[in-house]
Structure formats: structure tokens, C-alpha cells
């Protein structure tokens, strides 16, 4: 079963059964009821048991899942006037980061987040989701002009992490990091940064400091990849799931930590099972997240958020 991970395959499989029972029903026109009722309650009974019990590397998984709905998504769900802002005014365009201008609850919304791409074309337009340094330096114009017409700003992140490559590196990649991050923190208007994917390194972080930090349920959000990670420990990138274990990546670990507010939840089993149930539970957290944003000093908010990370016990 292509896109459908080892611990999906036997709720995909009575989930076959079912639309199978159903086609029968309609084509003999037969009654199935009882049975599609009881495999219904099969079905939810299996996915509740599977994702209660979900092992660390199991969440990475579905932090990447194929069929994860990812920016581009969510704006058409959630924000139907989207208005693409393109460019960094200084190289290029860069299709890794998507920005622009949208209206939310009857005011406008700067949107800042990283896309990827789900057909080869796409992912190649995309780099898979990795910002070169225009697309940060897009980022920080978008801040800035948002910043100029007291416009709050929603992140969404889901990158591997900035990409590494000899170009981004020639063009300043660290610096343009640097500069988002500084960026980010002057900003005076409320920023609510949400993790809806992947969550890596300094290229999650260049569009994640937030007033408010939100990680979907089945979201990931490290400092580096599991298989780097096992790469630089052990010298073998086939660890990646021990390491998954030993860097406590997920929302439930990261939250524990101290360092994101709160876990959106997703439908159950996972956000690419029901896009448009995601796109609810996301628009119910980003409007609680920016009214609990009313009435704060959001400059000053953020510095002593991030200030504080850290400062308290990780207890397993």
C-alpha cells in the first residue's frame, strides 16, 4: 500500500472492506447496515487502540506523512482571500517559504510558512520544504511590513530544516537565519507560530518565534533530524529511530519541556485522514491563541518567553 505506514495497514484494510460492503450495497441494492455499523466500530476501535499507543518514531512518521496536508492546504481551507506576496527584494523568489496577506475573523493576517511539494516537480520547486537564505530574507519583509501596519502575523512550520547547500551557504544562509530571528523578536504585533509538520533546526525557528508556539498532535519539533542526529552520535543514519527516542521530538515531549504553549489536536488518526476536520481544530487554536494576545505587550511578551525556555526541570 503506497503512502500507508506498517502500523496503518490493517485499519486501511477494514477500511477497504467497508467502502467494498458499501459499493455492494449500492450497485445490489442490498442491505448492509448491521454489518457496515459494526465494522464502522471496528474501525474506530482499532485507530483509537493504534495511536494511543504510538512509539516516538512512529510520530515521525506521520509528522511526514505524504498524504499530510500542508500549507498551501490549510490557507485554501482557512483563508480563501490568500494573497501571495513573492520575493525578497534582493536575489529571488524562493518557493520553499510561502507569505502573504489574508483576512481573519474580519481583520487582516500575515501567513509566513514553509511549503513542500507532493508531485517531483513540486517538491523540487519547493526543495522539499528547505529555505534558502532569500526565502528567510522574504520572511523578514513580510515581519517588517506587517510590523509597519500593525498586522498580526500566523507562522506555520513544516521543514526538514534550512537547506545545507554550497549556494545557500554562499549567499549568507546563517545570516539570513540570524537576521529573521532578530526580526521576529522586534516585531511589536502578536506572532502565533504553529508546527503542522516537521519542526527542524534553525529553519523551523527562523519562522518560529511566536507570542504562542502550537504543535499539532502528531507534529515533530527538534533541533536536528533523527537520521543526523544518528549519523553525528553513532556514525549510522539507520539509528534514526533510536534517536527519534533520545531526543524527545514530539508534541507531548516538547510541551513537557516547556518549550511550546499547547498541542492542537488532530482527527483521529492523524491530520491526513480528514484535511478539512484539521483545518478546524487549526482555526479554533489560532483564534483562541491570538485572543489570548489581546491585550499583551507582544515585544516584550516574546523576549520573556524565550528567556524563560529552559529554566525549568524536564521531568521523564
Not at 503512502?3 to 442490498?30: C, N, S, T, Y
Not at 506523512?65 to 485554501?76: K, M, T, V
Not at 534558502?132 to 506555520?156: H, M, Q, S, V, W
Request: a negative charge.
Amino acid at each position: 500500500m503506497d503512502g500507508v505506514f506498517d502500523f496503518e495497514k490493517p485499519i486501511v484494510h477494514l477500511e477497504k472492506k467497508l467502502a467494498d460492503l458499501r459499493e455492494l450495497a449500492e450497485k445490489q441494492g442490498m442491505d448492509f447496515h448491521d454489518e457496515m455499523c459494526t465494522l464502522e466500530q471496528k474501525i474506530a476501535g482499532l485507530i483509537e487502540s493504534t495511536f494511543a499507543k504510538l512509539s516516538p518514531w512512529q510520530r515521525v512518521q506521520l509528522s511526514r506523512h505524504p498524504q499530510r496536508p500542508y500549507l498551501r492546504d490549510y490557507i485554501d481551507r482557512l483563508f480563501p482571500d490568500f494573497y501571495e506576496l513573492s520575493g525578497d527584494r534582493a536575489f529571488g523568489e524562493d518557493e520553499a517559504i510561502l507569505g502573504g496577506l489574508a483576512t481573519f475573523q474580519g481583520s487582516s493576517l500575515m501567513i509566513i510558512g514553509s511549503q513542500k511539494g507532493r508531485t517531483t516537480k513540486q517538491k523540487m520547486d519547493r526543495n522539499f520544504g528547505m529555505a534558502r537564505p532569500e526565502g528567510y530574507r522574504k520572511a523578514i519583509r513580510l515581519y517588517e511590513l506587517a510590523d509597519r501596519f500593525k498586522i498580526p502575523i500566523l507562522t506555520l512550520i513544516d521543514t526538514p530544516g534550512a537547506y545545507p547547500g554550497i549556494d545557500a551557504e554562499e549567499r549568507g544562509q546563517s545570516q539570513a537565519i540570524a537576521e529573521a530571528l532578530v526580526s521576529m523578536f522586534a516585531t511589536s504585533v502578536p506572532i502565533v507560530s504553529i508546527v503542522t509538520g516537521e519542526g527542524g533546526s534553525g529553519g523551523a525557528l527562523a519562522i518560529g518565534i511566536g507570542n504562542i508556539v502550537l504543535m499539532q498532535e502528531y507534529s515533530i519539533y527538534s533541533v536536528i533530524s533523527p537520521e543526523s542526529c544518528a549519523s553525528i552520535l553513532w556514525n549510522d543514519a539507520s539509528l534514526a529511530e533510536k534517536a527519534s527516542e533520545k531526543l524527545k521530538m514530539n508534541a507531548r515531549d516538547v510541551l513537557s519541556l516547556g518549550i511550546i504553549d499547547g498541542i492542537v489536536p488532530e482527527p483521529p488518526g492523524g491530520a491526513h485522514r480528514n484535511w478539512d476536520e484539521a483545518a478546524a481544530l487549526l482555526h479554533c487554536a489560532i483564534q483562541n491563541a491570538f485572543h489570548e494576545l489581546t491585550s499583551v505587550n507582544c515585544k516584550e511578551h516574546r523576549a520573556e518567553k524565550f528567556r524563560a525556555i529552559g529554566t525549568q526541570a524536564y521531568h521523564e
